[in-house]
């Protein structure tokens, strides 16, 4: 299949063209999110959502017009709830299909779909589910404990087998049961939220993100040109819908595109993975570099000389190194293409399969069409060939931009007509950019971000600890491990039952992929005159000790 030009196809991109052709509804008059990623394609009753893999139970296949009416039904159990327009639904779900109808049914009602990652302890989720002021939670039985210890926690539906018990939930089945197959969806503007996120930062809290219902658009460019996604394709994404890349590009994106999109509940293995792709004959796979770097690893599993059926593979969250792009190649046999993006963003800056342009081995590539990335020195001024700069998005030339800001004002990332993403590149020349480092404190871990100050914080909590400062760690298989230098309290014992404390502590508050795999106890942290702790010291003593 032949490709387009990059450079013409940039430069003569229409996003009015765009909306008509991705769009059956109208931006300028209304719209209603699951019409667009669910409705549009229900009239063929053969057509496939969803390919689940479950843990326990059975596979199952969902049709478009079977989620058509399920999404329906969940939509009459929040207007019953009293949850309308704006209003904040969470989902604390694993990779089911009751978590596509929660997502489908929430948008249907004018709602707000807010996800939570399943490996979120009970601190994280109370202070997103406040801060939002959500409306109503639902779970399932094996997350339902970690809402017992959320303070003022919203009414709770729970997807169970147990039944009724002391908890008073409501049970799901039983009310979707109970509900009508039809329910006529609310229309919401451009500019309206469909998502509510939450992004961590260097200071204070995880910064809410609301995703605007016109986000929709860069979704359908990413799938169509990044991604590739052609009718044809069998396309898995592994992240999961708990976050930015699996919510938008696992879900919202392949629906948007009529594209049956694939959960597998199961936890991520070499041979979990490759079972997948052989079951779901998978051609276009998407994927964290962590999880390319484990097949990588784990080499032996692929027999020698097997033809997965791959016809494209890609991969967001951290940058990929060209011995995990060759080893694709050769051994998953298809091109693999790197791409870059934010929460706040969606993905910008991408290695397009669909278009043609130069290539360069762990490069982030190009402008995704309907914006403008560049890269600005310390005045804000874009930076030349082979300098290096802040990448950022030219927000006045980028029709397709759909941040507005964070949720509560937590912070002002914007200088005059730029968005800064924080993430220091160096610029080509050629429009193509690749990443060097964060300017600030945020880890990449396994393709997660977390904010050191988060698990700072938390660390607090702990009786014994009177100070912490927490840092990214290199490591191969990682990316970064995260470390903790943490100053106790004389009347209590730094050593190795603490430090286990500690780990524990972070991760049933915060998640498993934010606490600290290795903590060192010191007597002082290095700090400025005026006490903010020197990550910088802290991040070139773990390099140091990394590479030794």
């Not at 964290?288 to 027999?303: I, S």
């Not at 802040?390 to 949720?407: C, E, H, I, K, M």
């Not at 998640?511 to 002082?524: D, G, K, L, Y």
Request: aromatic content about 10%.
């Amino acid at each position: 299949m032949s490709k387009q030009a990059y450079q013409p196809f940039y430069d003569q991109f229409d996003a009015d063209r765009l909306a008509q052709e991705a769009l059956t509804g109208d931006l300028s008059v209304g719209i209603n999110a699951c019409q667009e990623v669910c409705d549009k394609w229900a009239s063929d009753p053969e057509r496939i959502a969803l390919n689940f893999e479950g843990v326990e139970r059975a596979p199952e296949s969902w049709s478009f017009a079977r989620l058509q009416q399920a999404a329906a039904r969940f939509a009459n159990l929040l207007k019953q709830q009293g949850v309308g327009k704006g209003d904040r639904v969470a989902g604390l779900l694993p990779r089911t299909p009751e978590l596509l109808v929660v997502i489908l049914g929430t948008l249907r009602a004018g709602a707000v779909y807010q996800p939570l990652f399943t490996a979120f302890g009970s601190g994280a989720i109370e202070y997103r589910l406040d801060k939002a002021d959500t409306r109503l939670v639902v779970t399932d039985d094996q997350n339902r404990f970690k809402l017992d210890a959320v303070q003022q926690c919203p009414p709770i539906v729970r997807v169970t087998a147990k039944g009724a018990d002391s908890h008073q939930d409501l049970d799901f089945q039983q009310q979707m049961q109970a509900q009508p197959d039809q329910f006529e969806p609310v229309l919401i503007q451009a500019d309206d939220p469909i998502l509510q996120m939450f992004t961590s930062g260097t200071v204070g809290k995880s910064k809410g993100v609301a995703v605007p219902a016109r986000a929709l658009l860069s979704f359908y460019v990413y799938m169509r040109y990044a991604i590739d996604l052609q009718p044809e394709d069998r396309y898995w994404n592994v992240a999961d819908p708990g976050w930015a890349y699996g919510l938008y590009y696992a879900v919202l994106g392949p629906l948007l595109l009529g594209t049956t999109t694939h959960f597998n509940e199961n936890g991520f293995t070499p041979e979990s993975t490759y079972a997948m792709i052989r079951k779901y004959r998978i051609t276009n796979l998407a994927a964290a570099p962590t999880a390319y770097r484990l097949l990588m690893a784990m080499d032996q599993v692929l027999p020698e000389g097997e033809d997965l059926g791959l016809r494209v593979a890609n991969s967001a969250g951290e940058p990929l190194n060209p011995e995990v792009i060759n080893w694709v190649n050769r051994r998953l046999g298809c091109p693999v293409m790197d791409s870059y993006g934010q929460t706040e963003t969606g993905m910008t800056c991408c290695n397009h399969h669909a278009l043609d342009h130069p290539v360069r081995v762990g490069s982030m590539g190009y402008s995704l069409p309907g914006h403008r990335v560049v890269a600005l020195d310390g005045d804000f001024k874009e930076v030349g060939a082979d300098e290096t700069g802040q990448l950022a998005v030219d927000v006045d030339n980028s029709p397709l931009f759909f941040f507005q800001g964070y949720t509560w004002g937590e912070k002002d990332p914007f200088h005059d007509r730029y968005y800064l993403t924080g993430d220091v590149v160096i610029s080509h020349g050629d429009g193509s950019f690749s990443f060097t480092g964060r300017d600030d404190d945020i880890i990449t871990t396994a393709g997660y971000r977390v904010g050191p100050a988060d698990v700072e914080s938390t660390l607090l909590e702990h009786p014994a600890v009177a100070e912490s400062g927490v840092v990214g760690k290199p490591d191969s298989s990682r990316g970064a491990v995260i470390k903790a230098y943490v100053v106790t309290k004389p009347q209590y014992d730094a050593d190795e039952n603490l430090a286990d404390e500690l780990k524990e502590l972070v991760r049933n508050r915060l998640s498993t992929h934010a606490f600290p795999r290795e903590i060192e106890f010191v007597q002082e942290l290095p700090k400025t005159p005026s006490g903010k702790i020197q990550r910088f010291i802290l991040r070139n003593k773990a390099r140091e000790e990394a590479d030794q």
